[in-house]
């Protein structure tokens, strides 16, 4: 993360330089960290926790934080010494599993955590390879944020690839059907992206209307399935011919037009 402070009463202005800039070498510290294979990493800089570069992140202050085991000592550093945050053009992808309490039914509380576990890591490793940060997991669902510093200008289209790829990865294209039932809402526009929490329980986190349309739309999307916004299909240089249908999503006064894209199980020729 970057070291600069902000100047006193220019935190937003300096917010907004970083979250939208940042610096290359961050970039590219973040791009070579997220191909060392590792279960566990930050979740902001992708530094790995375990295996082969553990020793080495050790080193040079990324390890797992006492106040926060989900991020790096160093990002975290940074967090609680630079407070703040900025409303910049952002997008967000939210993630469900579908029938998730049917599930749970039908297992032991065991095998439903290893189900979680083995979504968790999927869902941070497609994140990561799509440039993007994982907000947070809540339950059943993922939270990933894609912004300029992370993602660079493209970060709606990333977003978009990467709900489509976290539905490949959980199965939505094999015949037999997905190991783990999942559908995606992703959202584009101006979300203010900074820290919250008070003391060492802090955490950098997306706040804003969009975030509640994110988390709507992905509570309604049905398993293999990504619903996005107009602006984001937009953002994200999708075909405008495709289908722009009005929902009322719950809370929301206004209707949303939103785009629909399917992951489904492929389509494999007889032969003999």
Not at 37 to 49: D, G, L, N, Q, W
Not at 119 to 131: G, K, N, P, Q, R
Not at 169 to 198: K, R, S, Y
């Given at each position: 993360m970057?070291?600069r402070p902000?100047s006193k009463?220019?935190?937003?202005?300096y917010?907004?330089?970083?979250l939208?800039?940042?610096?290359?070498?961050?970039?590219?510290?973040?791009?070579?960290?997220?191909?060392?294979?590792?279960?566990?990493?930050?979740?902001i800089c992708?530094?790995p926790?375990m295996?082969v570069g553990a020793?080495?992140?050790r080193?040079?202050?990324?390890?797992p934080?006492?106040?926060n085991p989900?991020?790096?000592n160093?990002?975290?550093?940074f967090?609680?010494?630079?407070?703040?945050g900025?409303?910049?053009?952002?997008t967000?992808?939210?993630a469900d599993?579908?029938?998730?309490?049917a599930l749970?039914?039908?297992m032991?509380?065991?095998?439903?955590?290893?189900?979680?576990e083995?979504f968790y890591?999927?869902a941070?490793s497609v994140v990561?390879d799509?440039?993007?940060?994982?907000d947070?997991?809540?339950?059943?669902?993922l939270?990933a944020m894609?912004?300029?510093l992370l993602?660079?200008e493209?970060?709606?289209a990333?977003?978009?690839?990467?709900a489509?790829a976290?539905l490949?990865?959980?199965?939505?294209?094999d015949p037999?059907g997905p190991w783990?039932p999942v559908?995606?809402g992703?959202?584009t526009g101006?979300?203010?992206f900074g820290?919250v929490?008070?003391?060492?329980?802090?955490e950098?986190t997306?706040?804003?209307?969009?975030?509640n349309i994110?988390?709507?739309?992905?509570?309604?999307?049905k398993?293999?399935?990504?619903l996005l916004t107009a602006?984001?299909?937009?953002?994200?240089?999708?075909?405008?011919?495709?289908?722009?249908i009005?929902?009322t999503?719950?809370g929301?006064?206004?209707?949303?037009?939103v785009?629909?894209?399917?992951?489904?199980?492929?389509?494999?020729a007889e032969?003999?």
């Amino acid at each position: 993360m970057a070291t600069r402070p902000p100047s006193k009463g220019r935190d937003e202005a300096y917010w907004r330089d970083f979250l939208t800039n940042g610096s290359s070498l961050e970039r590219y510290g973040r791009a070579v960290f997220r191909r060392i294979p590792s279960e566990t990493r930050c979740k902001i800089c992708a530094a790995p926790f375990m295996g082969v570069g553990a020793p080495f992140m050790r080193v040079i202050g990324k390890f797992p934080s006492s106040a926060n085991p989900n991020i790096c000592n160093s990002c975290f550093a940074f967090l609680t010494r630079n407070r703040g945050g900025a409303e910049i053009e952002g997008t967000l992808l939210f993630a469900d599993i579908r029938g998730s309490t049917a599930l749970a039914e039908a297992m032991s509380p065991r095998e439903f955590h290893q189900l979680l576990e083995r979504f968790y890591a999927t869902a941070l490793s497609v994140v990561f390879d799509h440039d993007g940060a994982v907000d947070k997991f809540v339950g059943d669902e993922l939270v990933a944020m894609f912004f300029p510093l992370l993602t660079g200008e493209r970060h709606a289209a990333r977003a978009v690839d990467a709900a489509q790829a976290l539905l490949r990865e959980t199965g939505h294209e094999d015949p037999d059907g997905p190991w783990i039932p999942v559908g995606a809402g992703v959202n584009t526009g101006l979300i203010w992206f900074g820290t919250v929490g008070e003391g060492v329980h802090v955490e950098l986190t997306a706040v804003g209307d969009r975030v509640n349309i994110t988390a709507r739309l992905a509570s309604q999307a049905k398993a293999g399935e990504v619903l996005l916004t107009a602006e984001a299909a937009e953002a994200a240089g999708l075909d405008p011919k495709l289908e722009r249908i009005p929902m009322t999503l719950k809370g929301k006064a206004e209707v949303t037009e939103v785009v629909t894209l399917h992951v489904s199980p492929a389509i494999v020729a007889e032969t003999g």
